[in-house]
């Protein structure tokens, strides 16, 4: 979530038959209303870690619980919620939802010069919603005004 920027709620409904490992995508198929997200990219160590270590550890689960699924993640979303809680502790960290993972996605890309457009569209907003920097972009004054500080015409000395 943190890599892709996706949105915790497309996870119950991804289909491992759209997950495209050849060309590191997942396609999500969320087209319609104010939470589309089409397609997610993954990075290669993402790809990787899917193909070599999730994907078989899936195969195995649902053998063993004689699941027969499509669902990349076979589990109820508050199994998803205590996933995230388990690696959160693992990770030593006091507090974490996954809407945080999103935003540090958003601000990660922000802070290496993403046209914050397309952060809006790697994330699955449409360009007229514009919510990036109201939700999530931390700081959102100090940015500008370092911008500000930075690029501003000087008229006085």
Not at 27 to 32: A, P, S, V
Not at 44 to 73: H, I, M, S, V
Not at 89 to 113: M, T
């Amino acid at each position: 979530m943190a890599e892709t920027g996706v949105r915790f709620d497309h996870l119950p409904r991804a289909r491992v038959d759209d997950l495209l490992l050849d060309e590191s995508r997942h396609l999500l198929g969320e087209t319609e209303g104010p939470k589309r997200q089409p397609l997610i990219f993954l990075t290669e160590g993402a790809a990787k870690y899917l193909r070599e270590t999730y994907l078989p550890w899936r195969e195995r689960f649902c053998r063993q619980l004689q699941l027969n699924t499509d669902k990349l993640f076979p589990c109820r979303e508050d199994t998803l919620y205590q996933w995230l809680k388990e690696a959160r502790e693992r990770a030593g960290l006091p507090w974490l939802e996954p809407r945080l993972l999103r935003k540090f996605n958003a601000q990660w890309l922000l802070d290496r010069g993403v046209d914050p457009t397309d952060i809006d569209l790697l994330q699955g907003r449409s360009v007229k919603e514009r919510v990036l920097f109201e939700h999530y972009v931390a700081d959102y004054e100090r940015r500008l005004r370092q911008v500000f500080e930075q690029h501003a015409p000087r008229v006085f000395p």
